[in-house]
């Protein structure tokens, strides 16, 4: 039964996409569509890539931002698109960890989606905004334990890579902070810098103009290596908090029945970003690396995002953060 649901099924998406309209795309705009909001580091990430892999299939790629619910809310209507190749998603290692947080989560990101291709490896830096008191990591933990009630933590929400790094940060030092969710890193990061919330840690696409203009105070980078870009500032091994370490990884999205030849179709455009000139020094500016060309492929996609979403499983059920 199950394997005639699933021909019918494929014969239903053969018939919904028919084969002249695969050779001809893209034949019109594609939609890209980002789970945070505008000035957050997936909206960097994207709209960087954008524009080489518009120019690579000949059609404009539109950025559209769709915030809500740590990124569930834009890959939920991703999901549920036309598999035309016309609308698709970038997301990060939230795409990993939402399967476990979210009790209810409206889609299974294994089998409502093809993968297209991993983009980017991003580290994390914890910052504050710049008149907080403590000066380094370890002060920061001491402050943040003997001031447990008052501090607060910013993230862009339940399943941000914020988010997790906040989570991962309070069990690191085995204590709980009121947590202030955003809708995205932009609006987070703005209200960092005006003093509304205490400290956050986010991507280094983000924070590094910030860090380095010393608009913000900087405690550590959660990478195992110092980075290029911010030569200074000491990872958190370093600085006293052991084995802490979080990467965010970014990948390209299809609803699930997008036919194969549209894939290889993004997949090579992908690709052709990821080596585009102004992307890498882009990209190295702001502390983070293009994957490697094999990597940016449905294969090496999809063990990634299977391998994380047992990784964080575990460690999620530990810390038992649940969301609806
Ligand atoms: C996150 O915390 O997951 C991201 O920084 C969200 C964003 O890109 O704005």
């Known amino acids: 039964m199950r394997l005639l649901a699933c021909l019918a099924a494929t014969a239903l998406v053969a018939l919904a996409v028919p084969a002249a309209a695969q050779e001809d795309y893209p034949d019109g705009p594609i939609t890209l569509v980002v789970p945070f909001s505008a000035g957050g580091p997936t909206d960097t ?70 993968t297209i291709g991993l983009v980017t490896e991003v580290p994390m830096t914890i910052i504050a905004r710049k008149d907080f008191e403590p000066e380094t990591l370890q002060e920061l933990i001491d402050y ?48 960092l810098l005006g003093g509304q919330v205490d400290f956050m840690c986010d991507q280094t696409t983000n924070t590094t103009g910030q860090i380095q203009a010393g608009e913000v105070k900087a405690y550590a980078v959660t990478t195992g290596e110092r980075l290029e ?37 993004l997949t090579a455009a992908l690709q052709t970003a990821l080596k585009d000139e ?18 940016a492929t449905p294969e090496g996609h999809t063990e990634k995002l299977a391998s994380q979403i047992e990784l964080w499983r575990p460690i999620i059920q530990e810390a038992g953060v649940y969301a609806d």
Not at 78 to 100: C, E, F, K, Q, R
Not at 237 to 261: D, K, M, N, R
Not at 278 to 295: H, I, K, M, R, S
Request: hydrophobic share 40%; with cysteine.
């Open 144 to 191: 943040v334990k003997a001031n447990q009630d008052t501090v607060t933590y910013a993230n862009a929400g339940i399943g941000a890579a914020s988010h997790l790094c906040g989570m991962l940060f309070m069990d690191a030092i085995d204590t709980q902070l009121t947590t202030v969710p955003y809708q995205g890193t932009g609006p987070a990061l703005t209200d």
């Open 278 to 295: 102004n992307v890498v020094e882009q990209f190295a500016e702001l502390g983070t690396t293009p994957v490697p060309q094999d990597q």
């Open 45 to 114: 990430v994207t709209r960087l890539i954008a524009e080489p892999m518009s120019r690579e299939l000949g059609e404009q790629i539109v950025v559209q931002n769709i915030s809500g619910a740590g990124g569930t809310l834009a890959a939920t209507q991703v999901a549920n698109a036309a598999p035309d190749g016309y609308t698709i998603l970038i997301h990060h290692i939230g795409m990993s960890t939402a399967p476990t947080l979210y009790r209810n989560l409206p889609y299974n990101p294994l089998e409502d989606f093809e």
């Open 229 to 265: 870009s911010l030569p200074d500032l000491p990872t958190t091994a370093e600085a006293g908090l052991g084995e802490f370490q979080i990467g965010v990884w970014h990948g390209l999205y299809a609803p699930a029945g997008t036919p194969e030849p549209i894939i290889e179709k």
